[in-house]
């Protein structure tokens, strides 16, 4: 059996016993070349064919492969149940000498025994329109990256463009530019206060008011006495019904929120809670496939959590689950994200668990668990208070039954406000502490954050769950954005990118374009629309205009440092490169001379594991980590900027995290 992961390959080895060798390809074996017209990798002119080479450093893992093929009785490829690993397994199939007779395609939603034995019963073969589908995406997301990424360099020092990337970061410059040009408007509130709540100003005479000035809100003071009459109370029984088990964007957008995850931790993470965590029954998987549009949920597992919620917590609590409509432009292949079993509380598995690895997994769990609950029952109240004709308006609400809150009100934003017994008053006459008037004015939509961002994309139809978290990295990688405050703000070269972008490809760098080609490739997965016919009616549209940018796009000239070349005279300019700034001849290629820049060692602290000192590193990329300056004899290496005191709980080394201190070695933290 082959699979993609080797911590995944353990896990299903302990269900299957010495009869089946699980072994792992580490994902994609083979990519489009990057030789023919372009680099393409893709002879457009030939239908498209595209040309396939091993990846850089799998020769070793395919000529293992081809053995383990070779001695084998039966191969079953079992990647993971999408697009992406049915094109996998379509390439094992091809390039390891698999024959067609001698092979299964086995899929499993989550890594259980009793899941996995029953995918053994149930094989199929490669579903090809899966695979022209994830190979007509390919080759999309490479004709516009490679066309697109080498006019940017080439015309405006941008590093990169794509399909879905160039849209996401449209997306974030035109929100900036709402915010720029955004005219704050005034406006006044007055608030009365009581003992136990605040009533504000809503009406007057039954009129909606609205206050533009502070003149106008000292005249409805001047009118107002502390005395309030209690016009009207109403109040009605409400029910709060629990939200669906987590989807991929969901899940990213909880993780962001309550956890501070970017999404590409979260995904890192669900992977790993997926594949299988030690535990002392083995490797088992502890949750369901993590890269789903779907909210549906399997009969069994409802079942199953039904049967729990009724034994821990009691029969009312019991709640009926609604089967999700399958909305245009959602791939329902496989479940929502749960636990692979409810009985294994977050609880019972945390020795096993990393810390973050703990707060993931509790927050799917539970998320899980409260889907299948009843909704939280509350009286919802609502008093009328007048004041010489100024209506004043009080709300709150009553937690009448907790329900699906007993086990998730830790993950709820909305907190309820209690209102008094207005029937408990001697009076109908209530007499108010203070009268406040406020000064407010009108502001624009924020910024997006990594959670806002995710869930627009998601409802405008861009990309897919599997797209999100590496299109977000690629705009950081590529200085498009920069991070304040957790929010994305759009960088100089962001900015200019987006506006060459939009003046020569408007028509295909856009929402509508990149949402309509996600339900063209649904399309060719369910075999309604032929990949050629959309790949043809894309490069006749896209590379004329191409040709254009190339021969008309005006070219950003480089900033000139203000000094001049010591071979040639000329000015000496800042370039980009790809690995960074760096000061260069401006009469290159004629003059090669670069600028040696001396290198700045910013020193943190003695090394904790030899004598030497913990300075600032980065990677290829430009990441910033930290460092043994007696590398490689020392390996000392982190992320977090480490401090100098020890962790006063196990001795280990601690480091700064954005939350306080932490501990490499163990759990203990410092707000």
Not at 50 to 77: H, N, R
């Amino acid at each position: 059996m082959i699979v993609e992961s080797p911590h995944k390959s353990k896990t299903i080895g302990a269900f299957l016993g010495s009869d089946y060798k699980i072994v792992a390809s580490g994902g994609h074996i083979m990519d489009l070349a990057t030789t023919g017209k372009f680099g393409l990798g893709v002879d457009v002119e030939n239908n498209f064919e595209p040309t396939y080479v091993p990846i850089k450093g799998k020769s070793k893992i395919i000529s293992s492969l081809k053995k383990d093929v070779k001695a084998a009785d039966f191969v079953y490829l079992a990647t993971d149940p999408d697009r992406e690993g049915e094109a996998i397994s379509w390439h094992l199939k091809n390039n390891l000498g698999i024959k067609e007779d001698n092979y299964e395609r086995v899929t499993f939603n989550e890594i259980t025994k009793d899941v996995v034995l029953d995918a053994l019963k149930n094989p199929r073969k490669i579903d090809e329109d899966l695979v022209k589908s994830q190979e007509t995406r390919r080759i999309l997301d490479r004709i516009i990256g490679f066309r697109l990424s080498k006019l940017m360099q080439s015309k405006t020092g941008g590093k990169s463009a794509g399909r879905v990337q160039s849209v996401a970061l449209k997306l974030i410059v035109d929100r900036e530019r709402d915010i720029e040009k955004f005219i704050p408007e005034e406006y006044w509130t007055i608030t009365a206060d009581f003992k136990d709540f605040t009533a504000e100003l809503e009406k007057y005479q039954n009129k909606k008011i609205e206050i533009k000035g502070e003149r106008e809100a000292d005249d409805i003071l001047s009118q107002l006495s502390k005395a309030f009459k209690i016009q009207s109370v109403e109040s009605k029984e409400t029910k709060r019904n629990s939200k669906p088990i987590f989807k991929t964007t969901t899940m990213q957008q909880m993780a962001s929120n309550k956890l501070g995850f970017p999404s590409s931790k979260t995904m890192r993470i669900a992977q790993k809670l997926y594949e299988g965590v030690d535990t002392d029954e083995g490797s088992v998987g502890l949750i369901t496939y993590m890269r789903t549009d779907s909210e549906r949920v399997s009969m069994e597992f409802v079942a199953q959590t039904k049967s729990y919620i009724e034994k821990k917590y009691g029969k009312e609590y019991v709640g009926s689950v609604k089967v999700p409509k399958k909305k245009e432009n959602i791939q329902d292949a496989h479940e929502g994200i749960r636990p692979t079993s409810i009985t294994r509380t977050p609880e019972s598995v945390k020795a096993y668990l990393t810390s973050d690895e703990y707060k993931l997994y509790e927050l799917i769990y539970y998320r899980a668990l409260a889907s299948i609950m009843a909704g939280a029952g509350l009286i919802n109240t609502t008093a009328i208070l007048e004041n010489n004709g100024y209506e004043f308006k009080a709300t709150g609400s009553v937690l009448k039954f907790d329900g699906y809150l007993k086990v998730y009100s830790k993950f709820e934003d909305q907190k309820d406000t209690i209102l008094p017994d207005f029937k408990s008053y001697n009076s109908d006459v209530i007499i108010s502490d203070d009268i406040i008037k406020e000064q407010h004015f009108t502001k624009p939509e924020p910024r997006y954050t990594e959670s806002t961002l995710i869930k627009e994309m998601e409802s405008l139809g861009i990309g897919r769950p599997s797209t999100y978290a590496p299109t977000i990295q690629t705009l950081k990688d590529r200085e498009y954005v920069v991070i304040e405050d957790k929010k994305f703000v759009p960088t100089k070269m962001g900015i200019e990118t987006t506006d060459k972008l939009q003046e020569f490809f408007s028509n295909i760098v856009n929402v509508e374009y990149t949402a309509n080609m996600e339900t063209d490739l649904d399309s060719i997965a369910e075999s309604n629309l032929d990949n050629i016919k959309v790949l043809r009616d894309f490069y006749d549209t896209f590379e004329p205009m191409v040709e254009n940018a190339f021969k008309n796009m005006e070219k950003k000239e480089a900033e000139k440092t203000g000094e001049d070349c010591p071979e040639c005279g000329s000015p000496l300019v800042r370039r980009r490169g790809k690995f960074g700034e760096f000061t260069a001849c401006s009469n290159y290629p004629n003059c090669k001379y670069i600028k040696k820049e001396p290198k700045q060692v910013v020193e943190v602290m003695p090394c904790p594991k030899c004598d030497g000192t913990i300075i600032e590193k980065k990677t290829k990329k430009g990441k910033v980590f930290y460092g043994c300056n007696h590398y490689p004899k020392c390996d000392f290496a982190s992320w977090d900027k480490p401090v100098e005191k020890k962790c006063p709980s196990c001795g280990g080394i601690l480091v700064e995290k954005k939350k306080g201190i932490a501990c490499m070695s163990c759990d203990y933290k410092e707000e």
